[in-house]
């Protein structure tokens, strides 16, 4: 079965610049997450969403970051403006039907941001 | 408060030694515990997990995990180490205790793997 999508893989932009993330799940899975990976770092949850409605975002910045899955498939991951902390590595995940705690999450390739 | 700590950032091992990358963690409930490896460039694959029952877990690539619930530990282990098993190795929890669809996976920093000839 084909993996996580993302796209794109690398972006660098200017402080203060807007940037959007794209992400396709695995087929058939109704949880997604987006994590942010700063570089020496573990991944953190920045969203969920069952479906199309969100089940946490208590880590999301939410003055500059936002993020929507219309239809409950793909998924868009904005920052708008984007500041110089916010160069990191951004992954998709995604996780089976049920959304169950136990299920293992599967992770796309991510989109590395550099913010100058 | 969930926490995971891998107290190694790097893990030196030559080939076909055995080896372990150690992990503890701290939920308020029950744990599920897991183990990603993260390549260059790439993102996170998930190598196994604990749920419940049996202590040794076995996963992919030859990997295995020990729950520890005294030692609130979940260490990875694999008999005998290849050069390919060079990568960023991360440990997660999530707590049983929260209902199905909610309660966040938090991961260590990741402890880096080298496996030399």
Redesign the interface.
């Known amino acids: 079965e084909a993996g996580?999508a993302q796209s794109p893989r690398y972006k660098i932009i200017e402080k203060r610049q807007s940037v959007a993330f794209w992400c396709n799940p695995i087929s058939g899975h109704a949880?997604l997450?987006w994590y942010q990976q700063i570089l020496?770092?573990?991944?953190?949850?920045l969203i969920?969403f069952?479906n199309n409605g969100v089940?946490?975002d208590s880590?999301l910045p939410k003055d500059r970051f936002s993020a929507e899955r219309l239809k409950g498939v793909d998924s868009t991951l904005k920052i708008q403006p984007a500041k110089l902390e916010d160069s990191a590595v951004y992954?998709c995940?995604s996780s089976s039907a049920?959304?169950?705690?136990?299920n293992?999450?599967?992770?796309?390739?991510?989109t590395r941001l550099t913010v100058l | 408060a969930q926490s995971v700590a891998q107290p190694e950032d790097q893990v030196n091992v030559a080939e076909g030694n055995p080896l372990t990358v150690k992990c503890t963690y701290s939920v308020s409930g029950n744990p599920y515990l897991f183990w990603y490896v993260q390549y260059p460039n790439r993102g996170l694959q998930f190598l196994l997990k604990y749920i419940t029952g049996d202590n040794l877990v076995k996963g992919s690539y030859g990997f295995e995990a020990e729950f520890n619930k005294s030692q609130t530990s979940f260490h990875l282990k694999k008999p005998s180490a290849l050069v390919s098993d060079s990568a960023l190795y991360f440990c997660a929890v999530r707590d049983r205790g929260r209902s199905s669809n909610t309660g966040k996976l938090i991961f260590g920093q990741g402890t880096t793997l080298q496996v030399k000839p």
């Open positions: 996580v949880t997450y020496g770092q573990g991944p953190k949850l969920q069952q089940v946490d880590q992954l995940a049920s959304g169950a705690a136990y293992e999450q599967f992770f796309g390739p991510g």
